[in-house]
Structure formats: structure tokens, C-alpha cells
């Protein structure tokens, strides 16, 4: 059973920062295999970032340049930097996990909430 759990989600003004993790367990996946999404109230769940081959990070054209994707591969975790938050980047943000760089996401965490006050 493949677990993937978030944290660091929370209440933050605008221009301020969070950091997300996620730790998968179960499968031992390697970090570049996982990857961030978020989902907006009355909006359909989009992509955030990820790692390409390589380990070469891809970010949403939304985000980049304030979110930086890292990993500790020791510890089976991927990060999610978010700094200059904007109130559009409140979302529920979720962590997915693939078996390979090209195929679909098929695990998912349970998210965890960024809330962005103006």
C-alpha cells in the first residue's frame, strides 16, 4: 500500500512563504517520480511542479520563479518552496506519485490546504 502524506500547509499573507513535504512510503519510489498539484475552490485539480529526467525540475508557467521543487532521497520526501504567495495560490495542494517519468500519476496524498490572504 503506497502512502503518500503532506504537510506544511496553513494560513499566509500575501508575499509570504510555506514550505510543503510529502513522505512516500510503502513502494520505494525514487523522489524524482513525485511531483505537486493543487486544486482551487470550483477548479480542476492542475499541475504544479515536477522533476523531468535528468532530475531536471518543470514548473506551471503560474508558479515559476516563486516555487522551487527539491528532495531528500534518504528520507523519501519531495519539498515544495513557495515564496511571494499570491491569494490565486490558495488551493488544497496534493503530492502524486508515478511509476516512471512517462507514464500517468496514479498515487495521490490526501492534500493539504494553502490559504493566501490578501
Known amino acids: 500500500q503506497v502512502q503518500l502524506v503532506e504537510s506544511g500547509g496553513g494560513l499566509v499573507q500575501a508575499g509570504g512563504s510555506l514550505r510543503l513535504s510529502c513522505a512516500a512510503s510503502?513502494?520505494?519510489?525514487?523522489?524524482?517520480?513525485l511531483g505537486w498539484f493543487r486544486q482551487a475552490p470550483g477548479k480542476e485539480r492542475e499541475f504544479v511542479a515536477k522533476y523531468t529526467s535528468g532530475g531536471i525540475p518543470n514548473y506551471a508557467n503560474s508558479v515559476k520563479g516563486r516555487f522551487t521543487i527539491s528532495r531528500d532521497n534518504a528520507r523519501n520526501t519531495v519539498f515544495l518552496q513557495m515564496n511571494s504567495l499570491k491569494p490565486e495560490d490558495t488551493a488544497v495542494y496534493y503530492c502524486?506519485?508515478?511509476?516512471?517519468?512517462?507514464?500517468?500519476?496514479?498515487?495521490w496524498g490526501q492534500g493539504t490546504q494553502v490559504t493566501v490572504s490578501s
Open positions: 510503502g513502494r520505494t519510489f525514487t523522489t524524482d517520480l
Open positions: 502524486a506519485a508515478r511509476f516512471t517519468l512517462a507514464t500517468s500519476w496514479v498515487y
